[in-house]
Nanobody, 121 residues
């Protein structure tokens, strides 16, 4: 069972920056997609950004040009650099790991506990 531990959330003013980290408890050797989702009060959880084991990234339209996802395989960690933050970015951010088979099918899904990001003056 893979554990995902998130850190880096907090309170920031509009226009500010934060970096979220998500560390997996073990080295991921399979094909995978890893990334971040967020959920604001009263709204559904939505994709923010993901990166595959092959290095392909995907972003929600609302964060393109402002957020950057990256990974450090040696540390089993994925990062989300968030710049030019807006009040509408306020949400609980969840780390996600999906292990895939050779054909792209999902084998297993893991979630972190979530970290709060609040953008407010």
């Amino acid at each position: 069972q893979v554990q995902l531990v998130e850190s880096g959330g907090g309170l920031v003013q509009p226009g500010g920056s934060l970096r979220l980290s998500c560390a997996a408890s073990e080295r991921i050797v399979s094909i995978y997609t890893m990334g971040w989702y967020r959920q604001a009060p009263g709204k559904q959880r939505e994709l923010v950004a993901t990166v595959t084991s092959g290095g392909t990234t995907k972003y929600a339209d609302s964060v393109k040009g402002r957020f950057t996802i990256s990974g450090d395989n040696a540390k089993n960690t994925v990062y989300l650099q968030m710049n030019s933050l807006k009040p509408e970015d306020t949400a609980v951010y969840y780390c996600n790991l999906e292990k895939k088979n050779f054909y792209g099918g999902t084998i297993s899904i893991y979630w972190g506990q979530g970290t709060q990001v609040t953008v407010s003056s």
